[in-house]
C-alpha cells in the first residue's frame, strides 16, 4: 500500500482550548508526508508540536527521528500522519505519527500498518497536543480506512493509560471497533517525590549501600574519581567519540551491536546527540578515572521528563560497579525542580536498574480493528492465534487501565 497516495481529509471538528480563532468553524487537515519532503516549516511546526505535547516522546521529536529516517532501514512506503489545526505549514500542527505498511506480523505473513520504531526507539506514542488525543486518532483511522488498509492497525510501544491509550480507546470504543492491549511490559521508572538522598536510602538497602560506598573508595584508590553533568555542547564531539569507543569495548561490541560496529548506527548517533544538544535536551553524564572515562551516560529531556537513552562502562572495572555508581549520581536530577519522572528505556527485569529505581512504567502493544468486513475477519484470526498462543506460553498481560 502506498500511504503517500492518502488525499487531504479536511472536516469540521470543535477543538481544545489553547489555540486561537472560532474552533467551532476551523478546518481540520489529516494528511500523509513522505520523509523526502520535510523541511524547515515542518520541523518548525513540529518543534511546537513536542513542546505541547500530551505525553512526551524525545523518539518522535524532529531532532531524533530526522536522522533516524536518513540513518536507519524503514519501509520505502513509509509516512508521516500529521494533523494540522487549518490549511498544513499554516496552522498549528496537532499530531504527529511514522506509520507505514508491514507485510509480517510476529510470525505470521498478515500485512498490517503499523508505527515505526527501530532498535534504538524505546517509545511509540505519537505526538499528539493537548486537548486532541481523541481527534488524532479519530482522523488517523478514517484516513485508513478511506484508503483500504491492509489488515489492521498495530500501535507498537504506547504507554499504558496515558492520555493517548485512554483516548484510543475511547474513539474505539465510539465507532464499535475493537481495541485489544496485545502485549505488556513494566520497565523502570523514575519519579521525582522526595530528594535524592531520600529516594536512594528508602529503595536500597542499608547493606548493599554500605558496599557500594565501599568499592567506590576503592575505586578512588586507583586514582583521581571524578563525576561530571553536561548539558552544553562542551567538547561534544570528543565526547561523543569517548561514548562510542567505550560502548564497543565491552560486549555490545564483541557481539557487533554496538552503535560504533555500523557506520549507520554511528552517524545516527552523532546526529541525535547533537541534534539534542542543539535543542537544548541533551544530559551528558560520566565517571572518569585519571580523566579516563569508566562509565557514560546520555539522557534527553522533554518537557517535565527524561529518558535515558544510551549507556556504557568499562567492563575492566566490572568489580567496581562502575554503572551503578554513576546511577546513583544520577539520582540528583531529582533534586531539580524541572524534573518530575525519567523513563529508563530499559528491559522489563532489568538486573541492574530494576533494583536501583522503584517506580514502574507500562508500555503495551495495542491492535485496532478495521472497517472492512473482509480485514476484520483477518484481524480476529490474528488475535484468536495470539490468544491461544498466549494461553499455551501462560502469558499475563497487565492493563492498568482494568485495575
Known sequence: ??????????????????????????????????????????VEAWSDLAGQASEPNIFYEHWFLVPALAQLRHHDDLQLFLLWAGEPHRSPLLGLMPVGPEQQFGRWPVPHVQNWMHHNCFLGTPLVRK??????????LAALDERGWPGFLHINGMTINGPLDQ??????????????????????????????????????????????????????????LQFSCLQDRTNLDSWI?????????????????????ADATREFFRATVRGAAQSGQLERRDMCLDGQPVAMLV????????????????????????????????????????????????????PMIDHLWSGRRHIGRFSIEPQRLADRAVFRGVRLGERGMGKLRKR???????V
Open 299 to 350: 539522557n534527553f529531556r522533554s518537557g517535565r521528563g527524561g529518558f535515558e537513552f544510551k549507556t556504557a562502562f568499562d567492563e575492566d572495572y566490572a568489580s567496581y560497579s562502575p554503572g551503578v555508581q554513576l546511577q546513583i549520581e544520577n539520582l540528583d536530577c531529582l533534586d531539580k525542580d524541572a524534573v518530575d519522572w525519567v523513563d529508563s528505556c530499559a528491559a522489563e527485569g532489568h
Open 241 to 261: 567519540d569517548e561514548f562510542l569507543a567505550l560502548e564497543r569495548k565491552g560486549w555490545k561490541g564483541k557481539s557487533g551491536s554496538a552503535l560504533d560496529c
Open 1 to 42: 500500500m502506498d500511504l503517500s497516495g492518502f488525499q487531504t481529509m479536511q472536516g469540521r471538528d470543535v477543538g481544545a482550548d489553547g489555540l486561537a480563532g472560532d474552533r467551532s468553524a476551523r478546518q481540520f487537515a489529516a494528511h500523509f508526508h513522505p520523509p523526502s519532503r520535510i523541511d524547515a516549516r515542518l
Open 396 to 402: 499475563k498481560i497487565f492493563d492498568p487501565a482494568e
Open 131 to 140: 486537548g486532541f488525543e481523541p481527534m488524532f486518532w479519530e482522523k488517523l
Open 167 to 224: 483516548a484510543l480507546r475511547m474513539v474505539c470504543d465510539g465507532q464499535k471497533r475493537r481495541c485489544d492491549l496485545v502485549h505488556s511490559e513494566a520497565r523502570a521508572l523514575l519519579e521525582a517525590h522526595c530528594t535524592a538522598d531520600e529516594y536512594y536510602r528508602t529503595n536500597i538497602r542499608k547493606k548493599k549501600r554500605k558496599e557500594l560506598l565501599r568499592i567506590k573508595r576503592r575505586l578512588g584508590e586507583l586514582g583521581e
